[in-house]
Protein backbone atom coordinates (compact mmCIF):
# COMPACT_ATOMS: atom_id res chain seq x y z
CA UNK A 1 0.00 0.00 0.00
CA UNK A 2 1.71 3.45 -1.06
CA UNK A 3 2.03 6.03 1.12
CA UNK A 4 -0.96 9.02 1.51
CA UNK A 5 0.37 12.23 -0.12
CA UNK A 6 -1.38 14.82 2.00
CA UNK A 7 -0.59 17.78 3.84
CA UNK A 8 -1.65 17.53 7.67
CA UNK A 9 -2.03 21.18 9.77
CA UNK A 10 0.03 19.16 12.59
CA UNK A 11 2.81 18.33 10.41
CA UNK A 12 2.64 22.19 8.53
CA UNK A 13 3.28 23.45 11.87
CA UNK A 14 6.44 20.86 12.49
CA UNK A 15 7.71 21.91 9.42
CA UNK A 16 7.72 25.48 9.52
CA UNK A 17 9.00 25.83 12.98
CA UNK A 18 11.80 23.37 12.23
CA UNK A 19 12.91 26.18 8.99
CA UNK A 20 12.20 29.55 11.97
CA UNK A 21 13.98 27.94 14.84
CA UNK A 22 16.78 24.95 13.39
CA UNK A 23 20.06 26.13 11.75
CA UNK A 24 19.39 25.50 8.09
CA UNK A 25 22.46 23.11 7.72
CA UNK A 26 20.23 20.60 9.48
CA UNK A 27 20.29 17.78 6.96
CA UNK A 28 16.90 15.58 6.49
CA UNK A 29 16.11 12.88 4.25
CA UNK A 30 13.71 13.53 1.24
CA UNK A 31 12.08 16.58 -1.10
CA UNK A 32 10.10 17.24 1.42
CA UNK A 33 11.19 15.91 5.53
CA UNK A 34 9.46 13.64 7.09
CA UNK A 35 8.17 14.06 10.57
CA UNK A 36 8.09 10.85 12.88
CA UNK A 37 5.53 10.31 15.94
CA UNK A 38 5.89 7.39 17.17
CA UNK A 39 7.87 4.23 16.73
CA UNK A 40 7.35 0.45 17.74
CA UNK A 41 9.46 -2.31 16.97
CA UNK A 42 10.54 -2.36 13.07
CA UNK A 43 7.89 0.02 11.97
CA UNK A 44 7.69 3.74 12.57
CA UNK A 45 4.40 6.20 12.02
CA UNK A 46 4.41 10.01 10.87
CA UNK A 47 2.33 12.83 12.23
CA UNK A 48 -0.04 12.14 9.59
CA UNK A 49 -0.33 7.95 10.32
CA UNK A 50 1.29 6.55 7.89
CA UNK A 51 3.20 3.94 8.64
CA UNK A 52 6.93 2.69 7.76
CA UNK A 53 9.20 -0.34 7.90
CA UNK A 54 12.65 1.55 9.12
CA UNK A 55 15.76 -0.27 7.75
CA UNK A 56 17.84 2.42 8.40
CA UNK A 57 17.33 2.12 11.83
CA UNK A 58 18.08 5.77 12.82
CA UNK A 59 21.10 5.82 11.44
CA UNK A 60 22.17 2.27 12.73
CA UNK A 61 21.02 3.15 16.44
CA UNK A 62 17.64 1.53 17.17
CA UNK A 63 19.43 -1.75 17.21
CA UNK A 64 16.38 -3.43 19.02
CA UNK A 65 13.94 -1.69 17.55
CA UNK A 66 11.51 1.17 18.21
CA UNK A 67 10.00 0.95 21.90
CA UNK A 68 11.18 -2.02 22.64
CA UNK A 69 9.29 -2.92 25.92
CA UNK A 70 13.12 -4.24 28.54
CA UNK A 71 15.09 -1.34 27.59
CA UNK A 72 11.85 0.63 28.61
CA UNK A 73 11.26 -0.38 31.64
CA UNK A 74 15.15 -0.57 32.21
CA UNK A 75 15.07 3.24 31.61
CA UNK A 76 12.03 4.15 33.99
CA UNK A 77 13.07 2.00 37.01
CA UNK A 78 16.65 3.79 36.57
CA UNK A 79 14.64 6.79 36.02
CA UNK A 80 12.83 6.30 39.29
CA UNK A 81 15.87 5.79 41.60
CA UNK A 82 18.86 8.38 39.89
CA UNK A 83 18.53 10.06 36.03
CA UNK A 84 21.97 11.77 36.41
CA UNK A 85 25.19 11.05 38.50
CA UNK A 86 28.25 12.56 35.91
CA UNK A 87 31.66 10.65 36.09
CA UNK A 88 32.36 11.94 39.69
CA UNK A 89 30.53 8.90 40.93
CA UNK A 90 30.16 5.51 40.72
CA UNK A 91 27.01 4.08 39.33
CA UNK A 92 25.37 0.48 39.56
CA UNK A 93 24.30 0.89 35.85
CA UNK A 94 27.54 2.21 35.15
CA UNK A 95 30.12 -0.12 36.41
CA UNK A 96 27.91 -3.35 35.56
CA UNK A 97 27.85 -2.30 31.80
CA UNK A 98 31.51 -1.55 31.68
CA UNK A 99 32.20 -5.24 33.08
CA UNK A 100 29.88 -6.48 30.47
CA UNK A 101 31.74 -4.78 27.38
CA UNK A 102 34.33 -6.61 29.11
CA UNK A 103 33.31 -9.87 28.55
CA UNK A 104 32.27 -8.77 25.16
CA UNK A 105 35.45 -6.76 23.35
CA UNK A 106 37.98 -8.57 21.97
CA UNK A 107 41.58 -9.50 23.15
CA UNK A 108 42.57 -8.14 26.08
CA UNK A 109 40.28 -5.09 25.73
CA UNK A 110 38.44 -4.70 29.23
CA UNK A 111 38.26 -1.03 30.03
CA UNK A 112 36.23 1.56 29.38
CA UNK A 113 35.36 5.35 29.43
CA UNK A 114 31.44 6.24 28.52
CA UNK A 115 30.61 9.82 26.69
CA UNK A 116 27.52 10.87 25.26
CA UNK A 117 28.21 10.69 21.72
CA UNK A 118 30.52 8.68 18.99
CA UNK A 119 32.18 11.90 18.29
CA UNK A 120 33.29 12.28 22.14
CA UNK A 121 34.59 8.62 21.94
CA UNK A 122 36.70 9.16 18.93
CA UNK A 123 38.12 12.13 20.09
CA UNK A 124 38.78 10.32 23.55
CA UNK A 125 40.73 7.89 21.94
CA UNK A 126 42.67 10.43 20.15
CA UNK A 127 43.34 11.81 23.47
CA UNK A 128 44.57 8.41 24.85
CA UNK A 129 46.71 7.34 21.90
CA UNK A 130 48.82 10.50 22.48
CA UNK A 131 48.97 10.49 25.79
CA UNK A 132 50.06 6.21 25.84
CA UNK A 133 52.69 6.73 22.89
CA UNK A 134 53.59 10.29 22.93
CA UNK A 135 53.43 10.75 19.64
CA UNK A 136 51.19 13.34 18.40
CA UNK A 137 50.09 12.28 14.75
CA UNK A 138 47.25 10.48 13.43
CA UNK A 139 46.76 8.82 10.40
CA UNK A 140 42.81 8.36 9.25
CA UNK A 141 41.36 7.19 5.32
CA UNK A 142 40.02 8.73 2.90
CA UNK A 143 36.34 9.08 2.50
CA UNK A 144 35.93 8.26 6.17
CA UNK A 145 33.37 10.34 8.76
CA UNK A 146 34.65 10.67 12.37
CA UNK A 147 32.30 12.61 13.95
CA UNK A 148 31.08 16.84 14.02
CA UNK A 149 33.49 18.26 16.50
CA UNK A 150 36.63 19.91 15.20
CA UNK A 151 38.72 17.00 15.56
CA UNK A 152 36.38 14.52 14.54
CA UNK A 153 35.75 16.53 11.33
CA UNK A 154 39.70 17.29 10.52
CA UNK A 155 39.77 13.26 10.46
CA UNK A 156 36.63 12.62 8.33
CA UNK A 157 37.81 12.03 4.65
CA UNK A 158 34.59 13.79 2.84
CA UNK A 159 35.08 17.71 1.98
CA UNK A 160 30.76 18.17 2.18
CA UNK A 161 31.67 16.95 6.39
CA UNK A 162 33.92 19.34 7.10
CA UNK A 163 32.09 22.35 7.69
CA UNK A 164 34.57 25.91 7.81
CA UNK A 165 37.38 24.18 6.14
CA UNK A 166 38.40 22.46 9.14
CA UNK A 167 42.10 21.93 10.24
CA UNK A 168 43.78 20.06 12.44
CA UNK A 169 47.67 20.19 12.90
CA UNK A 170 48.96 16.33 12.41
CA UNK A 171 46.03 14.95 10.78
CA UNK A 172 46.80 12.81 7.70
CA UNK A 173 44.51 10.77 5.33
CA UNK A 174 45.38 7.42 3.52
CA UNK A 175 43.92 6.22 0.46
CA UNK A 176 41.24 4.30 0.97
CA UNK A 177 40.53 0.06 0.77
CA UNK A 178 37.73 1.14 -1.75
CA UNK A 179 37.81 -1.68 -4.46
CA UNK A 180 34.64 -1.09 -6.43
CA UNK A 181 36.36 2.50 -7.79
CA UNK A 182 40.31 1.67 -6.36
CA UNK A 183 41.99 5.05 -6.52
CA UNK A 184 44.97 2.89 -7.97
CA UNK A 185 42.96 1.64 -10.64
CA UNK A 186 43.81 -1.99 -9.99
CA UNK A 187 41.85 -5.60 -9.70
CA UNK A 188 41.02 -7.62 -6.89
CA UNK A 189 42.77 -9.64 -5.70
CA UNK A 190 45.73 -9.20 -8.22
CA UNK A 191 47.06 -5.88 -6.80
CA UNK A 192 47.42 -7.88 -3.48
CA UNK A 193 45.86 -4.84 -1.38
CA UNK A 194 48.22 -2.22 -2.58
CA UNK A 195 46.15 0.24 -1.00
CA UNK A 196 47.08 -0.86 2.46
CA UNK A 197 50.91 0.12 1.53
CA UNK A 198 49.81 3.77 0.95
CA UNK A 199 49.36 3.59 4.91
CA UNK A 200 52.91 3.49 5.11
CA UNK A 201 53.84 5.73 2.74
CA UNK A 202 51.70 8.69 4.14
CA UNK A 203 53.85 7.91 7.14
CA UNK A 204 56.83 8.16 5.67
CA UNK A 205 56.23 11.19 3.29
CA UNK A 206 54.02 13.31 5.36
CA UNK A 207 54.58 12.61 9.29
CA UNK A 208 57.36 12.94 11.57
CA UNK A 209 57.98 9.38 11.43
CA UNK A 210 56.69 8.51 14.49
CA UNK A 211 52.22 8.28 14.73
CA UNK A 212 50.40 8.15 17.41
CA UNK A 213 47.75 6.23 15.79
CA UNK A 214 45.62 5.21 12.75
CA UNK A 215 42.11 5.04 13.12
CA UNK A 216 39.72 4.03 10.71
CA UNK A 217 35.83 2.24 10.96
CA UNK A 218 36.22 -1.62 10.10
CA UNK A 219 33.40 -0.93 7.25
CA UNK A 220 32.67 2.70 6.73
CA UNK A 221 29.54 3.87 7.27
CA UNK A 222 28.61 7.41 5.89
CA UNK A 223 31.33 6.76 3.16
CA UNK A 224 29.02 3.84 1.72
CA UNK A 225 29.34 0.73 3.41
CA UNK A 226 32.92 0.74 1.72
CA UNK A 227 33.89 -3.06 2.96
CA UNK A 228 37.95 -3.54 2.81
CA UNK A 229 39.83 -7.51 1.19
CA UNK A 230 40.53 -9.91 4.08
CA UNK A 231 44.19 -8.71 4.09
CA UNK A 232 43.97 -5.39 4.24
CA UNK A 233 43.90 -4.45 8.24
CA UNK A 234 46.63 -7.30 9.29
CA UNK A 235 49.19 -5.71 6.73
CA UNK A 236 48.19 -2.26 8.25
CA UNK A 237 48.18 -3.22 11.90
CA UNK A 238 51.63 -4.29 11.28
CA UNK A 239 52.41 -1.08 9.49
CA UNK A 240 51.35 0.95 12.14
CA UNK A 241 52.87 -1.02 15.24
CA UNK A 242 56.33 -0.13 13.39
CA UNK A 243 55.94 3.67 13.62
CA UNK A 244 54.98 3.17 17.16
CA UNK A 245 50.99 4.49 16.57
CA UNK A 246 48.19 2.34 18.34
CA UNK A 247 45.24 0.63 15.82
CA UNK A 248 41.66 2.62 16.41
CA UNK A 249 38.73 0.57 15.92
CA UNK A 250 35.89 2.75 15.40
CA UNK A 251 32.81 0.42 15.75
CA UNK A 252 30.48 3.42 16.02
CA UNK A 253 28.18 1.76 12.70
CA UNK A 254 29.89 -1.88 12.61
CA UNK A 255 29.81 -2.73 16.12
CA UNK A 256 26.90 -4.59 18.65
CA UNK A 257 26.74 -7.57 15.68
CA UNK A 258 25.94 -5.22 12.84
CA UNK A 259 28.01 -6.92 10.71
CA UNK A 260 26.85 -10.87 11.89
CA UNK A 261 28.59 -13.35 12.86
CA UNK A 262 31.06 -11.56 15.49
CA UNK A 263 30.23 -8.81 18.20
CA UNK A 264 32.63 -6.39 16.55
CA UNK A 265 33.24 -5.50 12.68
CA UNK A 266 36.75 -5.69 13.12
CA UNK A 267 37.17 -9.59 14.00
CA UNK A 268 36.04 -10.28 10.42
CA UNK A 269 39.76 -9.27 9.57
CA UNK A 270 40.89 -11.38 12.49
CA UNK A 271 42.81 -8.19 14.14
CA UNK A 272 42.86 -6.83 17.42
CA UNK A 273 42.84 -3.19 17.86
CA UNK A 274 44.32 -1.18 20.68
CA UNK A 275 41.32 0.53 21.33
CA UNK A 276 37.64 0.79 20.24
CA UNK A 277 35.28 3.27 20.29
CA UNK A 278 31.34 2.64 19.87
CA UNK A 279 27.98 4.39 19.99
CA UNK A 280 24.98 4.33 18.03
CA UNK A 281 23.55 1.02 18.62
CA UNK A 282 24.78 0.41 21.95
CA UNK A 283 21.78 2.30 23.94
CA UNK A 284 18.62 1.49 20.98
CA UNK A 285 18.54 5.34 21.25
CA UNK A 286 19.86 6.55 24.49
CA UNK A 287 22.97 8.89 24.25
CA UNK A 288 25.93 7.21 24.96
CA UNK A 289 29.47 6.31 23.46
CA UNK A 290 32.32 4.26 24.46
CA UNK A 291 36.12 4.31 24.19
CA UNK A 292 37.95 1.15 25.20
CA UNK A 293 41.11 -0.20 25.61
CA UNK A 294 43.89 -2.39 27.38
CA UNK A 295 44.09 -1.74 31.13
CA UNK A 296 48.09 -1.33 30.17
CA UNK A 297 46.93 1.24 27.78
CA UNK A 298 43.83 2.82 30.27
CA UNK A 299 46.98 3.12 33.05
CA UNK A 300 48.77 5.95 30.78
CA UNK A 301 45.82 8.29 31.88
CA UNK A 302 46.46 7.81 35.51
CA UNK A 303 48.66 11.01 36.53
CA UNK A 304 48.19 12.56 32.68
CA UNK A 305 46.36 15.29 34.21
CA UNK A 306 42.32 15.63 35.27
CA UNK A 307 39.36 14.67 33.10
CA UNK A 308 35.55 14.28 33.93
CA UNK A 309 32.27 14.17 31.76
CA UNK A 310 29.32 15.55 32.58
CA UNK A 311 26.86 13.65 31.21
CA UNK A 312 29.18 10.15 30.95
CA UNK A 313 28.26 6.93 31.85
CA UNK A 314 24.75 8.43 32.49
CA UNK A 315 22.94 6.06 34.95
CA UNK A 316 19.99 6.10 32.92
CA UNK A 317 21.75 5.58 29.14
CA UNK A 318 24.18 2.73 30.66
CA UNK A 319 20.29 0.91 31.95
CA UNK A 320 19.11 1.50 28.49
CA UNK A 321 22.12 -0.72 26.91
CA UNK A 322 22.66 -3.09 29.86
CA UNK A 323 19.00 -3.89 28.74
CA UNK A 324 19.39 -3.85 25.08
CA UNK A 325 22.97 -5.81 25.26
CA UNK A 326 20.34 -8.47 26.38
CA UNK A 327 17.71 -8.78 24.51
CA UNK A 328 20.43 -8.81 21.61
CA UNK A 329 22.06 -11.83 23.57
CA UNK A 330 17.96 -13.39 23.78
CA UNK A 331 16.74 -12.34 20.30
CA UNK A 332 19.94 -10.51 17.62
CA UNK A 333 22.60 -12.15 18.49
CA UNK A 334 25.71 -11.80 15.54
CA UNK A 335 24.38 -15.21 14.17
CA UNK A 336 20.76 -14.07 13.72
CA UNK A 337 22.58 -11.12 12.36
CA UNK A 338 24.45 -13.46 9.83
CA UNK A 339 21.55 -15.76 9.09
CA UNK A 340 19.08 -12.44 8.09
CA UNK A 341 21.59 -10.73 6.57
CA UNK A 342 22.74 -13.55 4.34
CA UNK A 343 18.93 -13.16 3.22
CA UNK A 344 19.23 -9.62 2.39
CA UNK A 345 22.39 -9.88 0.51
CA UNK A 346 21.04 -12.25 -1.77
CA UNK A 347 17.85 -10.39 -2.35
CA UNK A 348 20.38 -7.21 -3.32
CA UNK A 349 22.57 -8.94 -5.38
CA UNK A 350 18.62 -10.47 -7.59
CA UNK A 351 17.77 -7.05 -7.84
CA UNK A 352 21.57 -6.11 -9.30
CA UNK A 353 20.90 -8.57 -11.83
CA UNK A 354 17.74 -6.63 -12.78
CA UNK A 355 18.95 -3.21 -12.40
CA UNK A 356 22.60 -2.68 -14.37
CA UNK A 357 22.39 1.27 -12.60
CA UNK A 358 23.39 -1.12 -9.42
CA UNK A 359 26.72 -0.67 -10.37
CA UNK A 360 27.91 -2.47 -6.87
CA UNK A 361 26.73 -4.06 -3.41
CA UNK A 362 28.59 -4.31 -0.33
CA UNK A 363 28.50 -4.60 3.41
CA UNK A 364 28.08 -7.08 5.56
CA UNK A 365 25.38 -8.84 7.88
CA UNK A 366 22.60 -5.77 8.22
CA UNK A 367 24.81 -3.47 7.27
CA UNK A 368 24.68 -3.87 3.44
CA UNK A 369 24.51 -1.04 0.34
CA UNK A 370 23.89 -0.38 -3.40
CA UNK A 371 26.03 1.78 -5.23
CA UNK A 372 23.91 3.88 -7.82
CA UNK A 373 25.33 4.36 -10.98
CA UNK A 374 24.96 6.02 -14.25
CA UNK A 375 26.52 3.32 -16.51
CA UNK A 376 27.96 0.30 -15.05
CA UNK A 377 30.86 0.29 -17.34
CA UNK A 378 31.97 3.78 -16.60
CA UNK A 379 30.68 3.94 -12.83
CA UNK A 380 29.84 7.37 -12.85
CA UNK A 381 27.91 8.47 -9.52
CA UNK A 382 24.20 8.97 -10.05
CA UNK A 383 23.43 10.71 -6.95
CA UNK A 384 19.89 11.99 -8.87
CA UNK A 385 18.59 8.87 -9.14
CA UNK A 386 19.69 7.21 -5.80
CA UNK A 387 17.40 10.25 -4.10
CA UNK A 388 14.70 8.94 -6.64
CA UNK A 389 15.22 5.71 -4.81
CA UNK A 390 14.84 7.07 -1.59
CA UNK A 391 12.02 8.77 -2.37
CA UNK A 392 10.04 5.94 -3.93
CA UNK A 393 11.02 4.02 -1.21
CA UNK A 394 9.20 6.09 1.01
CA UNK A 395 6.33 6.29 -1.53
CA UNK A 396 5.88 2.23 -0.60
CA UNK A 397 6.78 2.77 3.20
CA UNK A 398 10.34 1.95 3.13
CA UNK A 399 13.22 4.01 5.10
CA UNK A 400 16.37 3.45 3.36
CA UNK A 401 19.86 5.79 4.01
CA UNK A 402 22.22 7.17 2.02
CA UNK A 403 26.07 7.76 1.59
CA UNK A 404 29.32 8.12 -0.03
CA UNK A 405 30.84 10.58 -1.47
CA UNK A 406 29.26 11.28 -4.12
CA UNK A 407 25.54 11.08 -2.79
CA UNK A 408 24.89 7.55 -4.96
CA UNK A 409 25.04 5.05 -2.13
CA UNK A 410 21.66 3.83 -0.69
CA UNK A 411 22.61 2.41 2.65
CA UNK A 412 20.17 -0.12 4.47
CA UNK A 413 20.55 -1.51 7.82
CA UNK A 414 17.36 -2.17 10.08
CA UNK A 415 17.33 -3.23 13.57
CA UNK A 416 19.53 -6.36 14.38
CA UNK A 417 15.62 -7.89 15.07
CA UNK A 418 14.50 -7.93 11.93
CA UNK A 419 13.21 -11.73 10.99
CA UNK A 420 13.24 -13.22 7.33
CA UNK A 421 9.28 -11.90 7.51
CA UNK A 422 10.65 -7.85 7.53
CA UNK A 423 13.91 -8.47 5.09
CA UNK A 424 11.25 -9.84 2.57
CA UNK A 425 8.97 -7.56 2.68
CA UNK A 426 11.58 -4.98 2.28
CA UNK A 427 12.72 -6.13 -0.50
CA UNK A 428 9.09 -6.42 -1.81
CA UNK A 429 8.90 -2.68 -1.18
CA UNK A 430 12.52 -1.76 -2.74
CA UNK A 431 11.50 -3.81 -5.87
CA UNK A 432 8.76 -1.94 -6.69
CA UNK A 433 10.46 1.35 -5.93
CA UNK A 434 13.61 0.11 -8.46
CA UNK A 435 11.03 -0.52 -11.22
CA UNK A 436 9.71 2.89 -11.11
CA UNK A 437 12.80 4.40 -10.99
CA UNK A 438 13.98 2.20 -13.90
CA UNK A 439 10.72 3.09 -15.52
CA UNK A 440 11.09 7.09 -15.31
CA UNK A 441 15.16 6.65 -16.30
Not at 40 to 50: F, H, K
Not at 263 to 280: F, Q, R
Not at 408 to 429: D, F, G, S, V, W
Amino acid sequence: MEIQKNTSAKKKEILEKQKKYLFPNHLTYYTEPLPLEKGEGLYVWDVEGNKYLDFFAGILVTSVGHSRPEVNRAVQEQTEKLAHASTLYPVDSHVNLAEKLAELATGEISMSYFSPSGTEANEAAIMLAKVHTGNQEIVALRHGYSGRSMVGMALTGQSSWRIGGTHISGVKHALNPYCYRCPLKMTYPSCGAACAEDVEEVIKTTTSGRIAAFLAEPIQGVGGYITPPKEYFKIVKEVIQHYGGLFISDEVQSGFGRTGNKWWGIEHWEVEPDIMTMAKGIANGFPLGNTMTRPDIAESTRNAGLTISTFGGNPVACAASLATIEVMENEAHPQHVAEVGKILRAGLEKLQEQYPFIGDVRGKGLMQAMEIVEDPATKEPAPKQANHIMESCKGYGLIIGKGGLYGNTIRIAPPLTANEEHIQEALEKLAKALKEVAKSA
